[in-house]
C-alpha cells in the first residue's frame, strides 16, 4: 500500500493493489453486506444502519467496538461511474444522521482501474484544512485504514 500525505492541497492518497477482479473489488466497495466485512479495523465491526448507493444516496453506519461502543459516520454519494469511480463526502455524526460539529468532513475520490491480473484501487481524501486532516492523521487513520484493507484481502483469499 502507498500511503502520502499532500499537505498543501489537504489530502491523503492511498493506492492498493487488490488480487481480485475489478468486479468482487468494486463490489467490496459498494455493498453493504460486503463492506460490513471489512470496513472498520480490527477489533472494531461495521454495522451499517442504511445504505443507497445513488449519486445523491447515503450510508449511514456505525464502527462497533469489542466492548458495544458505536462510532457513527455517513457517506454522501455526490458522484458513481460504475466500475470506474466514485466520489462520497464522509462525516463523523450520531447514530440519526446528525453531523458531528467538532470535526468536518473529508471528501473522497475512488477510482477503480485494473493492472497485470490485479485491480489497483486509487483513493484521494482531502480535508478542509490541514489542521483537520492531521487530526484525523493523529487519530491513526493510516493504522485503521491500514488494517481494514487487510481485512478485505482476506475476504478475497477466502473466496467470498
Given at each position: 500500500?502507498?500511503?502520502?500525505?499532500?499537505?498543501?492541497?489537504?489530502?491523503?492518497?492511498?493506492?492498493?493493489?487488490?488480487?481480485?477482479?475489478?468486479?468482487?473489488?468494486?463490489?467490496?466497495?459498494?455493498?453493504?453486506?460486503?463492506?460490513?466485512?471489512w470496513w472498520a479495523p480490527a477489533p472494531f465491526q461495521s454495522k451499517t444502519k442504511s445504505m443507497e448507493?445513488?449519486?445523491?444516496?447515503?450510508?449511514?453506519?456505525?464502527?462497533?467496538?469489542?466492548?458495544?461502543?458505536?462510532?457513527?459516520?455517513?457517506?454522501?454519494?455526490t458522484s458513481i461511474s460504475p466500475k470506474t469511480n466514485f466520489k462520497h463526502s464522509a462525516t463523523f455524526c450520531d447514530a440519526d444522521g446528525n453531523p458531528n460539529s467538532e470535526f468536518g468532513s473529508s471528501y473522497w475520490d475512488i477510482t477503480f482501474s485494473e493492472q497485470d491480473n490485479l485491480?489497483?484501487?486509487?483513493?484521494?481524501i482531502r480535508r478542509d484544512s490541514f489542521?483537520?486532516?492531521?487530526?484525523?492523521?493523529?487519530?491513526?487513520?493510516?493504522?485503521?485504514?491500514?488494517s481494514a484493507l487487510k481485512g478485505l484481502d482476506k475476504i478475497f483469499e477466502s473466496g467470498k
Open positions: 500500500m502507498n500511503f502520502s500525505v499532500d499537505k498543501e492541497n489537504k489530502a491523503v492518497h492511498v493506492r492498493r493493489e487488490f488480487d481480485a477482479t475489478l468486479s468482487n473489488v468494486w463490489s467490496a466497495w459498494t455493498e453493504p453486506e460486503i463492506l460490513d466485512l448507493f445513488k449519486e445523491g444516496g447515503k450510508r449511514l453506519y456505525a464502527m462497533v467496538g469489542p466492548d458495544g461502543t458505536e462510532r457513527w459516520s455517513y457517506f454522501d454519494y485491480t489497483v484501487v486509487d483513493i484521494h489542521e483537520e486532516l492531521q487530526k484525523i492523521i493523529e487519530m491513526g487513520f493510516k493504522e485503521g485504514f491500514t
